[in-house]
């Protein structure tokens, strides 16, 4: 599933390509046709993501996308159309093809292929989305709804700064919740933004056992583990790959230049030798995903234990 990241780069996408511009609005696939015609011929004005959320603001209208496991943005058009073939959940590659014109000096999109949910269309290109687990028209009242059941996400935090308020707001958030630390990060009240990757990542950098009740973590461990999801998100943001595995990492000496093709520590890598400390990584499921971690790295803490 595509994480928080990758709704930020797309929400730059859609702000580079599409925003202030007149737009048409369509539903080839015909489930969206009644929101495409309320958003069409219309200028966007904003699109914002708050974790694996994608909101595009049109006055009080909100379109709002969520690309679940399978959903993607492809994207096509001319030169000055400049984007990535896709956003979202891994696609094919896009073929060539030559632009042509109509007469209002619009590019004639490629004809629709596979189940477009929405297509949203400027004059130089325009975008299709394909198999999102949510796609709607928003009044302001169901947006407000919406955004008061998400958690604070990390990546709506200035470059290079932490928000306190929203690190106050995570920190507050555990402490309410007796579930484990595995759990809570993958619910999108107490943090916005992170998935399965992040979460097996994050904690084993920190060295927390997943299993670790979520309001037993306080203090400098909170700020710790929110530190770290704001840096690996970030740099998953720049790069639009998670990669959290650095072959320069200190720890891997000489061994960092076999590895530069494995861009994670424990994510999908269970049954093999941790990198830090040589026990076997382990995995599991836990609420219908698999978690990943390291039992040496990430011992649960002796009170948890024993209780
Ligand atoms: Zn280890």
């Not at 399978?70 to 959940?89: E, M, N």
């Not at 004639?108 to 325009?126: E, F, L, S």
């Not at 382990?282 to 971690?293: D, I, K, M, V």
Request: charged content about 20%; glycine content about 10%; aromatic content about 8%.
């Amino acid at each position: 599933m595509p994480e928080g990241h990758t709704l930020h780069r797309l929400a730059a996408q859609l702000e580079e390509n599409f925003i202030g511009r007149p737009w048409r609005v369509s539903s080839p696939q015909g489930r969206f046709e009644a929101g495409a015609k309320r958003l069409t011929d219309r200028v966007p004005e904003r699109a914002q993501a708050w974790g694996k959320q994608l909101f595009v603001h049109l006055g009080p209208d909100i379109w709002q996308v969520h690309l679940g496991l399978y959903g993607a943005f492809s994207f096509r058009g001319d030169s000055s159309f400049t984007a990535p073939a896709t956003l979202g959940a891994p696609r094919v590659a896009a073929e060539e093809f030559t632009p042509s014109y109509a007469e209002d000096d619009w590019i004639i999109p490629q004809p629709a292929t596979g189940a477009v949910r929405a297509r949203i269309h400027v004059h130089n290109g325009w975008a299709d989305l394909r198999g999102p687990a949510r796609c709607a028209v928003l009044n302001p009242m169901q947006y407000e709804a919406i955004i008061a059941r998400l958690g604070p996400d990390p990546l709506q935090q200035p470059v290079g700064e932490t928000d306190t308020r929203l690190l106050e707001q995570f920190r507050s958030n555990l402490a309410r919740r007796r579930i484990s630390i595995g759990a809570a990060l993958m619910d999108q009240a107490v943090i916005a933004g992170v998935g399965n990757i992040y979460r097996a990542e994050s904690l084993f950098e920190e060295g927390v056992s997943p299993d670790t009740p979520a309001n037993e973590l306080r203090g400098a461990a909170v700020t710790a583990l929110w530190e770290r999801l704001t840096e690996q998100l970030r740099t998953g943001f720049a790069e639009g790959i998670i990669r959290t595995l650095r072959p320069e990492a200190p720890e891997l000496g000489a061994r960092g230049g076999d590895l530069r093709l494995r861009r994670h520590w424990v994510y999908q890598h269970q049954g093999t030798p941790c990198l830090r400390c040589g026990a076997t990584i382990a995995e599991r499921e836990l609420q219908g995903r698999r978690l990943y971690w390291c039992p040496g790295c990430q011992p649960l803490p002796a009170a948890t234990a024993r209780s």
